[in-house]
């Protein structure tokens, strides 16, 4: 045989042929299998072929990546590889057959399942073989290959047919390798081993033999001392992990809720193995992670974790092990450790892979591989933590986290109830405490500020995080002068950030410090717990303590931030720094953070990343100031690309009152240019739920404007009418002066909550809609009222929902027009027949209505049963003029009540029913007398025999 060149070696390896023969010598590696014997020439022709003996069985294999152009196999494509001849052979060898690809080929499998389970040829061809099986089997039964039904089944019993992803092969051989061998990475290994099966074509290799022969390729079997140095080094970077949380944990703990919810889902018995742990940056995901931990290692589960935000950058998923301390893969040293037992991988801090606010976001490539690495270990389940910001805004987070296939578990603020007893165990009084302090409290992190200086005087002074901060500062650096009083502690920190904003990292060599006389303050800040030592790492405390600090030392600077950003290439590390800075500006010079923002916003050079956060800060101010406003609204005069997010952002309540406070909303909407009173328009769009009265009296005065019909359609059906007559009186004027026309428009949202909240309200806008805009009863080609074909769920339910709300109310006004739209849609006489309408005529006893004409007269008929049950009498003077009326829709209108008041108005209810066999048609389409049956039921009991005859 010719040699196999290593180009071919690293193809065999990561090709799907190779990769099936690869997984199968290291299954006998691990033990799970006897011997493997690679087929020469197999992987050069038609696909791998091997021989595996495992569990005394004997097995053939054939693996094929794919069929040409075609998305799967067929009974001839199958013929084409020489399939079916080689399963003959091996077949008659008594072995069983396996045929592995990447494509399916199910009409195969089926019948190879469907052989197995039939008792005999006879009983499959009676019983098994369907009809659309019928001709797959008759090929293979055909004299071109096994020219018999008998031999055809046989052979389809030794048939077993599975279909694998190729990169999902070559992922589990590298963590399977890393379990097994030694001397090089997984997918190294896994190579190395494929060379070792091509120079030993047609040799029955044992493990012995295996192991016997890697040394020539560098490699060796891992032995007891290689298993427990893994293990041991799991058990290390577990516990650096959970130490850096002990570091952050209030005292006593405080018992999460979701920490119930996440076990269970990495429980056994749950089908998914991915787990994203969500929630707010400070919100205790790092808390509830080491509950889970501590669970699961009292229980004995082998647990690995560690953090991603304190790591160097990693493309691969056996650096990201070196990062951590591991020689191999997370995912291969945990299943070296576990050794098939259930057991738990945690991924701390995923969002410094994200691309939204990352530290390292080249590196997600190599943490979705580490999943996927995890997924050929049925036993373990992996636990990302992402802040919730990061899982929506990156992509890719989305995508690794799709709900198929990865259960959620949010992380919620902390109860008040919580806050209590956590402020309480700190000595502190919890009555003293004002709303806005018990709202930054319900954070775990502002707990942990908290519980450091709570022996302060006027600790409950703050009202802002950043205050927190500068509290936990002062404390801080009051403490380590207590304890060496020459510790220059803000030089200490000013180095580690420095170092850490120049690399772009949290965390910073230990030896940082080593220079300039600082060692001896680096020992007094970790002890401290101001920084924390991370093997040979020094990170501060909590990440954003870094952005804190870093915005501290900044503000001394004499640098525009627009100068700072554009010196470098503005990476995402960037932003949590950019947010503290802003953030201290606002506070401490809010005339140089209204200065900065603009310029940065108007800078060409400045990234975009960076301006959607400074958007993302101004939406969240809550009371904006006058030169904040003057700063955005030059912004928005330069026209920038992002305008519209701008817009979007000036629309939360709080900007819009102080726009409104400068008179630009009323300005915008008077003014000649186009592109400001769309501004207005957007603004008004955005606050109209919020402030619909505000609303209303801006657009009043414009009724006449060309444009106001445009601008109602646009801003009503974002409002919640039920909230501001001002503004739903508006809406009625519109409606009546023919600007809003679209049933949709002004039915479905707008009047969503109205029918249930103001049920009154919902019937004038249905009355206004229906009778009293310029062409109401604008009838369609086949005669019909255009305005009831509307078939908009949420317009009908508000129908329904106002007759139930306002019965006597929908009858009053709403009956009147139901018999204008019968009058105007009637269908011709039929001598001896009420006359009949194009809209109601035609209905069906219990069915939805399909568009709103139903829901009107179903609306109509419910209201003057309710009347008739509560007031026979007062129901009475409402229909006694469908008497006269000749149409068949108000007659059945009639009896619905006089149904429904029964012996109440049982003499004037036969009077009616005795005029004339007209008045017994009345009913549905199945049954044109069951209204008048139903009547009579009713009232029969109280008449005297007599009565009807």
């Known amino acids: 045989?010719?040699?196999?060149?290593?180009?071919?070696?690293?193809?065999?390896?990561?090709?799907?042929?190779?990769?099936?023969?690869?997984?199968?010598?290291?299954?006998?590696?691990?033990?799970?299998?006897?011997?493997?014997?690679?087929?020469?020439?197999?992987?050069?022709?038609?696909?791998?072929?091997?021989?595996?003996?495992?569990?005394?069985?004997?097995?053939?294999?054939?693996?094929?990546?794919?069929?040409?152009?075609?998305?799967?196999?067929?009974?001839?494509?199958?013929?084409?590889?020489?399939?079916?001849?080689?399963?003959?052979?091996?077949?008659?060898?008594?072995?069983?057959?396996?045929?592995?690809?990447?494509?399916?080929?199910?009409?195969?499998?089926?019948?190879?399942?469907?052989?197995?389970?039939?008792?005999?040829?006879?009983?499959?061809?009676?019983?098994?073989?369907t009809d659309e099986l019928r001709g797959p089997?008759?090929?293979?039964?055909?004299?071109?290959?096994?020219?018999?039904?008998?031999?055809?089944?046989?052979?389809?019993?030794?048939?077993?047919?599975?279909?694998?992803?190729?990169?999902?092969?070559?992922?589990?051989?590298?963590?399977?390798?890393?379990?097994?061998?030694?001397?090089?990475?997984?997918?190294?290994?896994?190579?190395?081993?494929?060379?070792?099966?091509?120079?030993?074509?047609?040799?029955?290799?044992?493990?012995?033999?295996?192991?016997?022969?890697?040394?020539?390729?560098?490699?060796?079997?891992v032995g007891r001392v290689d298993g427990v140095a893994v293990s041991d080094a799991v058990r290390r970077a577990t516990r650096r992990w959970a130490a850096t949380v002990e570091r952050e944990l209030l005292t006593p703990t405080i018992p999460r809720e979701e920490t119930a919810r996440l076990l269970e889902e990495v429980g056994v018995d749950t089908t998914r193995q991915l787990v994203l742990l969500i929630g707010a940056a400070g919100s205790g995901k790092s808390a509830v992670l080491h509950q889970v931990f501590t669970a699961l290692d009292d229980a004995a589960t082998p647990v690995l974790a560690f953090r991603l935000d304190r790591?160097?950058?990693?493309?691969?998923?056996?650096?990201?092990?070196?990062?951590?301390?591991?020689?191999?893969?997370?995912?291969?040293?945990?299943?070296a450790m576990a050794a098939g037992r259930p057991c738990v991988l945690v991924v701390d801090q995923l969002d410094a892979v994200s691309m939204a606010s990352g530290r390292i976001p080249e590196a997600f490539d190599a943490v979705a591989d580490l999943v996927d690495e995890a997924m050929a270990h049925p036993g373990m389940r992996v636990v990302l933590s992402c802040r919730a910001f990061d899982a929506e805004a990156d992509h890719r987070i989305?995508?690794?986290?799709?709900?198929?296939?990865?259960?959620?578990?949010?992380?919620?603020?902390?109860?008040?109830?919580?806050?209590?007893?956590?402020?309480?165990?700190?000595?502190?009084?919890?009555?003293?405490?004002?709303?806005?302090?018990?709202?930054?409290?319900?954070?775990?992190?502002?707990?942990?500020?908290?519980?450091?200086?709570?022996?302060?005087?006027?600790?409950?002074?703050?009202?802002?995080?950043?205050?927190?901060?500068?509290?936990?500062?002062?404390?801080?650096?009051?403490?380590?002068?207590?304890?060496?009083?020459?510790?220059?502690?803000?030089?200490?920190?000013?180095?580690?950030?420095?170092?850490?904003?120049?690399?772009?990292?949290?965390?910073?060599?230990?030896s940082v410090l080593d220079t300039d006389d600082l060692a001896a303050s680096r020992e007094i800040l970790v002890s401290e717990h101001v920084c924390v030592r991370d093997g040979r790492q020094l990170a501060f405390f909590h990440e954003s303590f870094f952005d804190y600090a870093f915005a501290r030392d900044w503000l001394r600077r004499d640098e525009s931030l627009v100068v700072f950003l554009t010196a470098g290439e503005q990476e995402l590390f960037r932003r949590g720094q950019l947010r503290q800075v802003l953030d201290h500006l606002r506070d401490l010079d809010p005339e140089r953070f209204a200065d900065d923002v603009e310029a940065l916003l108007t800078s060409p050079e400045v990234r975009y990343h960076l301006k959607d956060l400074i958007l993302a800060v101004l939406r969240a101010l809550d009371n904006p100031t006058a030169t904040e406003w003057g700063a955005v609204a030059r912004v928005l005069d330069t026209r920038p690309d992002f305008r519209d997010h701008l817009i979007g952002v000036v629309g939360t309540p709080a900007w819009f009152r102080r726009a409104d406070d400068e008179a630009v909303v009323e300005s915008w909407l008077a003014s000649a240019d186009a592109r400001e009173q769309e501004r207005a328009v957007r603004l008004l769009m955005s606050v109209v739920n919020v402030l619909p009265d505000r609303v209303a009296r801006l657009l009043e005065p414009h009724a006449a404007d060309p444009l106001y019909g445009s601008w109602l359609k646009r801003v009503v059906p974002r409002a919640r009418l039920a909230g501001s007559r001002l503004l739903f009186d508006l809406v009625l004027d519109g409606i009546r002066a023919g600007l809003l026309t679209d049933a949709e428009c002004v039915l479905r949202d707008p009047a969503g909550d109205l029918a249930s909240e103001e049920p009154m309200w919902a019937v004038e806008l249905l009355g206004a809609f229906l009778a009293e805009r310029p062409n109401a009863l604008q009838l369609d080609e086949r005669g019909r009222v255009v305005a009831l074909l509307t078939s908009d769920h949420a317009a009908l339910e508000t129908v329904s929902v106002a007759a139930l709300g306002a019965p006597e109310e929908f009858c009053v006004r709403l009956l009147p027009v139901l018999l204008d739209v019968v009058s105007v849609t009637a269908c011709p006489t039929r001598s001896g027949w009420p006359v009949r309408d194009r809209h109601f005529s035609y209905r069906h006893p219990g069915d939805d209505p399909c568009d709103l004409g139903d829901?009107?007269?179903?609306?109509?008929?419910?209201?003057?049963?309710?009347?008739?049950?509560?007031d026979a009498v007062r129901t009475r003077g409402l229909v006694e003029g469908l008497v006269d009326t000749p149409y068949e829709t108000a007659q059945w209108l009639l009896y619905q009540a006089l149904a429904a008041a029964g012996p109440a108005l049982a003499p004037w209810s036969a009077e009616i029913l005795l005029q004339g066999g007209h008045r017994f048609l009345s009913g549905y389409a199945a049954n044109v007398v069951w209204g008048a049956r139903e009547v009579l039921c009713a009232v029969s009991g109280a008449l005297a025999d007599d009565t009807l005859g």
Not at 52 to 71: C, I, L
Not at 89 to 99: I, K, L, Q, V, W
Not at 146 to 154: D, E, L, M
Request: glycine residues 8%.
């Open 1 to 129: 045989m010719a040699p196999w060149s290593s180009g071919e070696t690293d193809e065999f390896a990561n090709c799907f042929e190779g990769a099936w023969a690869i997984r199968h010598a290291l299954h006998v590696l691990l033990g799970r299998g006897t011997s493997i014997s690679l087929e020469p020439g197999g992987p050069r022709g038609d696909g791998a072929e091997f021989v595996y003996h495992h569990n005394g069985e004997t097995e053939a294999h054939q693996a094929v990546r794919q069929n040409r152009n075609a998305n799967c196999w067929s009974v001839a494509s199958l013929h084409d590889k020489g399939v079916w001849g080689k399963l003959r052979s091996h077949g008659a060898a008594g072995r069983t057959f396996r045929f592995v690809s990447t494509l399916p080929a199910r009409a195969i499998d089926e019948l190879a399942d469907r052989a197995r389970r039939s008792d005999d040829i006879a009983s499959f061809e009676a019983e098994w073989l």
């Open 398 to 510: 989305r995508r690794l986290s799709a709900p198929d296939h990865c259960a959620r578990v949010t992380v919620g603020l902390l109860s008040e109830p919580q806050v209590d007893l956590a402020v309480t165990a700190m000595g502190l009084g919890t009555s003293r405490l004002a709303a806005p302090q018990r709202a930054l409290l319900r954070s775990p992190l502002h707990l942990v500020l908290l519980a450091e200086v709570a022996d302060q005087e006027e600790t409950l002074s703050f009202r802002t995080t950043r205050q927190l901060f500068d509290a936990f500062w002062n404390t801080k650096r009051q403490d380590c002068e207590r304890r060496r009083p020459f510790v220059r502690f803000h030089e200490a920190v000013s180095a580690i950030v420095a170092v850490m904003s120049s690399r772009q990292r949290l965390s910073v060599p230990y």
């Open 137 to 221: 089997f008759d090929a293979l039964a055909s004299g071109g290959i096994y020219g018999s039904v008998t031999i055809a089944w046989r052979m389809l019993r030794r048939l077993r047919v599975e279909r694998h992803d190729e990169r999902d092969l070559v992922l589990a051989n590298t963590v399977l390798a890393e379990q097994v061998l030694a001397g090089a990475p997984g997918r190294l290994a896994a190579a190395g081993l494929g060379r070792l099966l091509l120079d030993n074509p047609g040799t029955t290799l044992e493990a012995g033999a295996l192991t016997a022969q890697l040394a020539p390729y560098g490699l060796r079997r």
């Open 855 to 870: 829901a009107l007269a179903q609306g109509v008929a419910k209201a003057l049963r309710i009347m008739a049950g509560r």
């Open 311 to 335: 790591l160097g950058s990693f493309d691969s998923t056996h650096a990201l092990g070196q990062r951590v301390g591991l020689s191999m893969s997370p995912v291969g040293a945990l299943g």
